[in-house]
């Protein structure tokens, strides 16, 4: 898979994933000043995550096209080992009951970044995501007042 992606690539991935990061960071500040998320999806850097991002986010931000198929496994792969990872994804609780405040505050933050870079509302990242993770009402309601206080603020 190496051998498919170019230093062009390369470069434009390491910017955006640096821009996304600092806008993780941006929105966790929003919500208290004291946090640090700075080490947000770092595991994006190093393989196994790293050569199958760097294609999706050329294919999706780039080309405006779908990854072709042959390479759709390791970006499935990829995918499934960074949420198991990274404590910000539901995936990585096997009780998402058991997801700590802070976990979910950068999840939000999260949602707020992608937001912003593509668009869209992160509301609606909620309304899309509460039943397939299962939060709890307390985590909706906890979602709600992060994205209350930080998103357009």
């Not at 390491?14 to 998320?37: A, C, M, P, S, W």
């Not at 995501?129 to 603020?153: A, S, T, V």
């Amino acid at each position: 898979m190496k051998n498919l992606i170019t230093n062009e690539m390369i470069q434009y991935f390491d910017k955006r994933t640096e821009e996304h990061i600092q806008r993780v960071i941006k929105y966790g500040k929003l919500y208290d000043k004291n946090l640090d998320f700075s080490e947000h999806d770092k595991s994006k850097t190093v393989e196994p995550e790293r050569s199958p991002y760097i294609l999706r986010t050329w294919y999706q931000n780039i080309l405006q096209k779908p990854l072709p198929d042959e390479i759709q496994p390791f970006l499935k792969e990829a995918s499934k080992y960074h949420k198991i990872k990274n404590s910000h994804h539901p995936e990585h609780w096997d009780d998402i009951n058991k997801m700590p405040d802070n976990c979910i505050v950068e999840l939000v933050c999260d949602w707020c970044a992608m937001s912003e870079e593509f668009d869209n509302d992160p509301y609606e990242w909620l309304e899309k995501n509460k039943e397939k993770h299962k939060f709890n009402r307390l985590q909706i309601d906890f979602i709600k007042e992060i994205l209350d206080k930080i998103w357009k603020n």
